[in-house]
């Protein structure tokens, strides 16, 4: 690297300093100041821990694993029923350690510590980038101050989801990207990385496991990559080499999926119409984590602060960088922003969600990410003085709505709403879930105890008639149920759970939206579907299920791709049926049939 290439003398970060600590003392505080986020997150998260329905339908997959069925949610029937897929695998993995008995346990301690961690790495990563252009002085907690009184926050530090470990890798690939960024400094040669930066083929294929976190973190990895690309500017060879690590795992897990289940993304992805634009009800899950915080108050403080920043270091600064340089950092520190600008609009775009603030946590996790620690001064002083104040606030008096009073669209406090449903201030155990007093799981233990061949088929809250399975249904009992995780965790590892909502039932999944009140939750399935699936000709249809449509669906089940469809996750692995799959992922990932089996006949037969 050429001496106008190297990185630029130190400078303030907004003008003169009126104040620095000795080094000593400034490297002691600054470590307290991480440590004392971290470990708010840990004693915060920890005092709402917790799990909802959706982390039982992970340990389901979790348990269907070790006892060797495969990664599915039923036996003989491959569903992808896991939206994090590093998550479910991680949870399989860490259920082999002894002591380990239960998955759902297991979840909560593994997302509260990726949660910390996640928080650990990005502030470190911070003090790193501010040390760039700054060696010494002190760091005052800011940005973190905006998610440490968040309710949410701690709600989805455990929760038995992804979340914590969606948190453990932006923190991480915010780390890694500022360790390439110093190890491009002083003595690189210009488009080779230095000795320092021998490991970067990691950093790639670490920055490249964005989907395999969450399918949107798709998004992020692109940004991150990017910026990586942006910092190094690696010649062609080693842009190849970083593009193969990066997609690696992506690309192969994705060649697994379409010739295992037959489809291109997990079947929540396509019960929820995850490519569908909704605007409005986006819109609206938005304001449902802004405004309960205020949190235009702290987002815009720092905001104005960054921008003033900016323009003091300009002014100020003896020398001015190279044009790479100054495009290594615009890189670094865009990067996050760009990637949480952008995780916001798909959040939004797609409709949000039905549990408060939970989707759109990465997203501010990634835009506060350059600002969650600040070079001390005047400035920043009384900017973090502000912030403090309104986090002091929200810490003790902001709260979320139990309900949304949006009556468009529902969304809840989902942590509460368990809390109270199964009467648990922490419900962290598939006891819990299984144990509270709830019809369907009554209904379906005596079913299990009976040994009957039968389905217990949820019609309401308070309605669960018997209907018998079919002698080619090999499961020895079934239940279908609007709640899939409760299903899952009553009924035997053998036994057939059947969605209502989608989720994990392959032709519920694919059928037309009828329902907008609930993000995820917009295909319920007509139940003479079930009936024609899974009883033979001639059982007598239960009362509240129409037998015209029944006889529809038996005919539609049928007709088109529908056979192709069922055949996808139900006929025997073979190499044919794993190429057939495959050749076929894309047009069933797409495929929609109507909801209505007498539409659906007309349309398919």
């Known amino acids: 690297m050429s001496r106008s290439d190297e990185l630029p003398a130190p400078q303030p970060a907004e003008g003169p300093r009126a104040f620095a600590l000795p080094g000593t003392l400034a490297q002691r505080w600054n470590a307290l100041a991480v440590a004392a986020c971290g470990a708010t997150v840990l004693v915060l998260g920890y005092r709402h821990r917790w799990t909802n329905d959706d982390a039982l339908i992970y340990t389901r997959a979790v348990r269907q694993i070790l006892a060797g069925n ?62 760039l252009r700054r060696p010494a002085g002190a760091l005052l907690p800011a940005g973190v101050l905006v998610l440490l009184p968040l309710t949410a926050t701690w709600d989805y530090a455990t929760s038995g989801l992804e979340t914590g470990l969606s948190f453990g890798y932006l923190g991480g690939c915010w780390w890694l990207l500022v360790r390439a960024r110093a190890a491009t400094g002083p003595g690189a040669a210009p488009g080779r990385a230095p000795a320092s930066g021998r490991a970067l083929p990691a950093t790639a294929f670490a920055l490249g496991l964005g989907p395999l976190v969450r399918p949107d973190l ?79 108050v702290p987002l815009g403080l720092l905001a104005a602060f960054g921008g003033c920043a900016a323009l003091a ?29 952008l995780s916001a609009f798909f959040i939004v775009r ?78 962290v155990s598939q006891h819990a879930h299984t144990t509270a007093p709830r019809d369907f799981a009554e209904v379906a233990r005596r079913a299990v105890r009976d040994g009957k ?67 995820g939750h917009e295909k319920p399935l007509d139940r003479a579907w079930i009936v024609a699936e899974l009883t033979e000709p001639g059982t007598p249809v239960p009362d509240g299920v129409d037998p015209r449509h029944v006889r529809a669906a038996r005919h539609a089940l049928t007709c088109g791709p529908l056979p192709d469809l069922l055949a996808s996750t ?20 797409h495929l929609r049939i109507p909801a209505n089996p007498v539409e659906a006949e007309r349309r398919l037969c």
Request: hydrophobic share 50%.
């Open 70 to 131: 495969g990664p599915v949610y039923n036996v003989g029937e491959r569903v992808e029923t896991s939206t994090g897929t590093l998550w479910q695998w991680l949870l399989a993995a860490g259920s082999t350690l002894p002591g380990v008995d239960d998955p759902l346990r297991l979840a909560v301690a593994l997302g509260l510590l990726l949660t910390v961690a996640g928080f650990l790495l990005a502030l470190d990563g911070t003090r790193r980038m501010i040390r």
């Open 218 to 296: 798709a998004l992020v990895s692109a940004v991150f990559l990017a910026a990586l690309w942006l910092i190094v500017r690696p010649g062609l060879r080693a842009t190849l080499g970083w593009a193969g690590a990066a997609l690696a795992l992506p690309l192969a897990y994705e060649i697994f999926r379409a010739g295992y289940y037959g489809v291109l993304v997990p079947l929540p992805a396509i019960a929820k119409e995850a490519s569908r634009t909704q605007w409005e009800y986006g819109w609206g899950y938005l304001l449902n984590t802004f405004d309960p915080y205020v949190l235009w």
């Open 313 to 341: 270091r300009a002014r100020y600064a003896r020398s001015r960088p190279s044009g790479r340089v100054r495009t290594a950092n615009a890189a670094l520190v865009g990067a996050p922003v760009v990637a949480g600008l």
């Open 350 to 427: 797609i409709g949000g969600d039905f549990m408060h603030g939970r989707m759109v946590l990465p997203a501010l996790f990634l835009v506060l990410l350059p600002s969650f620690l600040l070079p001390f001064g005047r400035a920043a002083a009384a900017v973090v003085s502000a912030v403090g104040v309104w986090s002091l606030v929200c810490l003790l008096a902001l709260r979320p709505p139990y309900e949304s009073p949006d009556d468009r669209r529902i969304i809840f406090d989902s942590h509460t709403v368990y809390q109270e449903a199964l009467g648990a201030t922490h419900p």
């Open 453 to 519: 061949h039968m389905l217990v088929l949820r019609l309401s809250d308070s309605t669960f008639p018997l209907v018998p399975l079919a002698p080619r249904v090999k499961a020895p009992v079934g239940g279908a149920e609007a709640r899939l995780g409760l299903a899952g965790a009553v009924l035997p590892l053998d036994g057939l759970a059947v969605d209502l909502l989608g989720l994990g039932n392959p032709l519920g999944a694919h059928t037309e939206p009828v329902d907008h009140t609930k993000a």
């Open 570 to 589: 139900r006929a025997p692995l073979t190499p044919s049926r794993f190429l057939a799959n495959l050749h076929g992922a894309w047009a069933r990932t």
